[in-house]
């Protein structure tokens, strides 16, 4: 009774909830908005970003979010109301308060979190300095204060997704997604596009 409530309360204060998804980098959140837009929550998403050997699906990424941060106008996020939107977990502070948000945040192992990004990185022919404890630790802090934040905003919820259980029982994740986002996607559908061929870097 009191979720319907508050629900109905929200609704009306900010207009239909923009499903936030979130994560580090490599963490399975093109993942999960591809299982979204499976389910029947659109991506909101400007397409530059293709498809690549690293994510052969999709990154459904949105390229002005990433200068949330520094970016002062921020009302073009109000688009999103009813729609899936790609935010790094650092970013998640910066969304404008004007809205509400369900947080889908993506939980991976951290080594095979910096597992994948150094593939990703060697097959650019890039390369990063930075230790490999000095960032597990910066990022140990990133996902606290993100869901720090998100637990105390009135206008945040949080649903944690661990990426490898999702990945090896894609339906019980899927589930309780739905039942996060009020019931009324399509489970079977959000399943089915989960690959386990994906899931190559595992710790």
Do not use: W
């Amino acid at each position: 009774m009191f979720r319907r409530l508050r629900a109905f309360y929200l609704n009306k204060r900010y207009g239909q909830p923009i499903v936030i998804v979130s994560g580090l980098p490599r963490s399975g959140t093109s993942m999960m908005m591809k299982m979204l837009e499976a389910g029947g929550v659109p991506p909101m998403t400007d397409g530059e970003r293709t498809a690549d050997v690293d994510n052969p699906k999709g990154y459904f990424e949105y390229e002005r979010v990433k200068d949330l941060e520094a970016e002062q106008d921020k009302s073009y996020v109000r688009q999103g109301r009813g729609m899936a939107l790609k935010v790094i977990s650092f970013l998640i502070p910066h969304l404008p308060s004007d809205n509400q948000y369900r947080v889908l945040f993506m939980r991976r192992d951290l080594d095979e979190v910096l597992a994948s990004q150094n593939k990703m990185i060697e097959r650019r022919g890039a390369q990063d300095s930075t230790e490999a404890e000095a960032l597990k630790e910066a990022y140990r802090n990133d996902i606290i204060k993100a869901r720090l934040f998100c637990r105390k905003m009135p206008n945040f919820e949080l649903h944690e997704v661990n990426y490898r259980q999702a990945v090896s029982d894609p339906e019980a994740a899927a589930k309780l997604v739905n039942d996060f986002l009020g019931g009324s996607l399509d489970v079977r559908k959000m399943a089915e596009v989960v690959d386990p061929d994906l899931y190559r870097n595992r710790g």
